[in-house]
C-alpha cells in the first residue's frame, strides 16, 4: 500500500538463504514502476543478509523537492 502510493524513500531487505522453489513476487500488486539503486548489505549471520535500497526520484521530482 504504501509502496503503491509513493511513500518509500528506502527499502530493506533480508535475503535467507533457504531454497523454497519459485518463490513469491514481493511487489506484484504495484501498478506504477519505481527505480531503487543498492545503498548497503551488511550480513548478520548464519548467511543472512540485509540489503538496503534507496529510491531514486524522476528529475521533475528532484527539483521539486529541491525547492521545497
Do not use: C, M, W
Not at 5 to 17: G, K, M, Q, R, Y
Not at 27 to 56: C, K, M, W
Amino acid at each position: 500500500l504504501f509502496l503503491k502510493h509513493n511513500l518509500i524513500d528506502t527499502v530493506e531487505l533480508a535475503v535467507v538463504p533457504v531454497a523454497l522453489g519459485r518463490g513469491r513476487p514481493l511487489f506484484a500488486d504495484v501498478e506504477t514502476r519505481q527505480t531503487f539503486e543498492h545503498a548497503a548489505s551488511q550480513p548478520i549471520g548464519l548467511g543472512v543478509t540485509v540489503n538496503s535500497y534507496r529510491r531514486i526520484l524522476p528529475a521533475i521530482s528532484r527539483r521539486k523537492a529541491a525547492r521545497a
